[in-house]
Structures are given as structure tokens and as C-alpha cells.
């Protein structure tokens, strides 16, 4: 009889000095960065692309035009020369190897203006 009267003295005394759970500040974690053009653009070419590994990107530029953020840089696959590229916005991707002929040197010109 004396056994579960000292365990009821017991927990209530462990719970007399703690605080109500609905008190506890919650922790909120900082928004995360959002990649910067350049990161954005690297993300939207190996998607393109079709590959994770063995990729290389040199020479990124950032310019605004009417809005848009154009990206334009280089990038190489492993075992292969390097390709121009230019993204244009969150979605459009321009490789170097998969246009025709002459309009990688069109649109450089016309979108890369320190190329």
C-alpha cells in the first residue's frame, strides 16, 4: 500500500518544476537560398542534357533582358570538347551541339553581349 502512494508522491514531483508543452518557442529553420543564376542554369543543362557526372562549366555570364535572366557559358562532358550554352529564363536551354549550324553564333550575338 505504501509502494503506489510514494510513486504518486514521485511523479508529481518530477512534473511540479517543468513548464506546459503548448510554451516551448518553436524553432523555425531559415528559408533556404535560392541558387543564383548561374547554379540555376548549370541545374537546367545537366537536366538537358540528360547527365549527372563528368560535366564542367566555365565561363558563366548573367544578363537581364526584358525581364529574363539569360545565362550564357560553357560546358563540357567528360572525353568531349566544350559546348556553348544559353538559358534563357527558368526553362529554355540552348546547347551548342544540338542547333543547326551558325545559330549558336546568332544567338551569342544577339543574347551574350560580352561573349
Do not use: W
Not at 509502494?3 to 512534473?15: D, E, K, R, Y
Not at 540555376?40 to 529574363?68: I, K
Not at 567528360?78 to 553564333?105: C, K, L, N, S, W
Request: hydrophobic share 45%; glycine share 10%; aromatic share 4%.
Amino acid at each position: 500500500m505504501a509502494l503506489p502512494l510514494i510513486a504518486t508522491m514521485l511523479a508529481g514531483g518530477c512534473q511540479s518544476g517543468s513548464e506546459p508543452a503548448s510554451n516551448v518557442a518553436a524553432v523555425i529553420a531559415p528559408p533556404k537560398a535560392l541558387p543564383s543564376p548561374a547554379e540555376h542554369a548549370r541545374g537546367l543543362v545537366l537536366r538537358h542534357l540528360g547527365v549527372a557526372a563528368g560535366v564542367s562549366f566555365a565561363d558563366p555570364q548573367v544578363f537581364t533582358s526584358q525581364g529574363a535572366t539569360i545565362v550564357c557559358g560553357r560546358v563540357a562532358q567528360a572525353g568531349q570538347p566544350a559546348q556553348r550554352y544559353i538559358t534563357v529564363g527558368q526553362e529554355d536551354v540552348f546547347v551548342e551541339g544540338q542547333m543547326q549550324p551558325g545559330h549558336m553564333d546568332q544567338a551569342v550575338a544577339e543574347f551574350c553581349r560580352n561573349a
